[in-house]
């Protein structure tokens, strides 16, 4: 049976902000750094160096480059994550782990203040940090600030440089004030590499993806409306209790090509917490993954989003 909401709704606590599944024995030593890629040993070195960083951190940071966070930038499957919950785990002091929309979703949900009291830490790592409009601009400009100002560094991953957050999505000129106190508040490291997902299914395609996919023993079986229907009425904040809840599995019917954007995000967002879960799926569909969301989409403001999303469909389905 597909997990009903009440079973999922109980507020977060800083317990549950912690690296999930899939990363939660994440580690520096564990990353493998390819010297056949430039630069990506010196990105690893840089984000070691800022997770051993102690209490006399401000110190170090104002007198090194001024900045109390890392921004790390890069391409899909090149391990910024991995980075990341290396760091939550290498820190000192109390941390916090959560993802940029599960943030955003947390500030709306409990409000200001007992959003920030609750992710405030010595460590706050943020996960796939994007400025999609000006509403989740100015929620992150605050978030940000009223962090720095209560001590707490942070590490955030993205697909895109601190420089272009929000191109394509809005009018960034109206925007400059408060693009620039966040793109003020990180140090960038770019974590070069390759997208490794892709080399998991021959063609693009995985034996959980079509018309007649693998079986999975076990897993509840739902359609792509109901689902959608679904996720309509759940906080993306609390999609990472779903995702949990889902541990043996998930078969998806009649997923089609979206036309809906509102949809395609929600497929997103909840595509992103399986894959942090490590969620098997297996999706019945008379459409290739890559056709999933419209060539025009794909080119415009969500574009990131949703090429993220088709390789992490990929290796899900793949498991």
Same mark, same amino acid.
């Given at each position: 049976?597909?997990?009903?909401?009440?079973?999922? =709704?109980?507020?977060?606590?800083?317990?549950?902000?912690?690296?999930?599944?899939?990363?939660?024995?994440?580690?520096?030593?564990?990353?493998?750094?390819?010297?056949?890629?430039?630069?990506?040993?010196?990105?690893?070195?840089?984000?070691?160096?800022?997770?051993?960083?102690?209490?006399?951190?401000?110190?170090?940071?104002?007198?090194?480059?001024?900045?109390?966070?890392?921004?790390?930038?890069?391409?899909?499957?090149?391990?910024?994550?991995?980075?990341?919950?290396?760091?939550?785990?290498?820190?000192?002091?109390?941390?916090?782990?959560?993802?940029?929309?599960?943030?955003?979703?947390?500030? !709306? *949900?409990?409000?200001?203040?007992?959003?920030?009291?609750?992710?405030?830490?010595?460590?706050?790592?943020?996960?796939?940090?994007?400025?999609?409009?000006?509403?989740?601009?100015?929620?992150?400009?605050?978030? !940000?600030?009223?962090?720095?100002?209560?001590?707490?560094?942070?590490?955030?991953?993205?697909?895109?440089?601190?420089?272009?957050?929000?191109?394509?999505?809005?009018?960034?000129?109206?925007?400059?004030?408060?693009?620039?106190?966040?793109?003020? *508040?990180?140090?960038?490291?770019? *974590?070069?590499?390759?997208?490794?997902?892709?080399?998991?299914?021959?063609?693009?395609?995985? =034996?959980?993806?079509?018309?007649?996919?693998?079986?999975? @023993?076990?897993?509840?079986?739902?359609?792509?409306?109901?689902?959608?229907?679904?996720?309509?009425?759940?906080?993306?904040?609390?999609?990472?209790?779903? @995702?949990?809840?889902? =541990?043996?599995?998930?078969?998806?019917?009649?997923?089609?090509?979206?036309?809906?954007?509102?949809?395609?995000?929600?497929? !997103?967002?909840?595509?992103?917490?399986?894959?942090?879960?490590?969620?098997?799926?297996?999706?019945?569909?008379?459409?290739?993954?890559?056709?999933?969301?419209?060539?025009?989409?794909?080119?415009?403001?969500? =574009?990131?989003?949703?090429?993220?999303?088709?390789?992490?469909?990929?290796?899900?389905?793949? !498991?």
């Amino acid at each position: 049976m597909f997990p009903v909401i009440d079973r999922i =709704a109980k507020p977060l606590h800083s317990g549950d902000l912690i690296p999930p599944p899939r990363f939660a024995n994440k580690r520096f030593e564990g990353y493998r750094i390819d010297p056949a890629v430039p630069g990506q040993q010196e990105a690893v070195l840089q984000v070691r160096r800022f997770a051993a960083l102690r209490a006399s951190w401000l110190t170090q940071l104002l007198s090194r480059s001024g900045k109390a966070g890392l921004y790390l930038d890069g391409g899909f499957g090149v391990g910024k994550t991995h980075l990341l919950a290396a760091c939550f785990h290498a820190a000192h002091g109390s941390r916090r782990y959560l993802s940029f929309s599960e943030a955003m979703s947390l500030l !709306v *949900v409990l409000g200001i203040k007992p959003a920030i009291d609750l992710l405030r830490a010595d460590l706050v790592c943020i996960d796939e940090f994007e400025l999609d409009d000006p509403a989740n601009t100015r929620l992150a400009d605050l978030l !940000v600030r009223s962090l720095v100002e209560k001590g707490c560094r942070i590490v955030t991953t993205s697909n895109t440089v601190p420089g272009e957050l929000g191109q394509g999505r809005m009018a960034v000129d109206l925007f400059r004030n408060q693009l620039a106190r966040i793109e003020a *508040v990180f140090a960038d490291v770019h *974590v070069p590499g390759n997208d490794f997902r892709r080399t998991l299914a021959s063609g693009g395609t995985p =034996a959980g993806w079509g018309r007649d996919p693998a079986p999975l @023993a076990h897993a509840p079986r739902i359609d792509a409306r109901s689902l959608d229907l679904h996720l309509r009425d759940l906080p993306v904040a609390l999609l990472r209790r779903l @995702a949990a809840a889902l =541990a043996e599995g998930l078969v998806i019917e009649g997923l089609a090509p979206f036309t809906d954007q509102l949809a395609a995000l929600r497929l !997103v967002h909840f595509i992103d917490r399986c894959y942090d879960a490590q969620v098997p799926l297996r999706v019945i569909s008379d459409h290739p993954i890559d056709s999933l969301f419209p060539p025009e989409h794909c080119v415009a403001a969500f =574009a990131k989003k949703y090429r993220r999303c088709q390789s992490r469909l990929v290796e899900l389905c793949t !498991v």
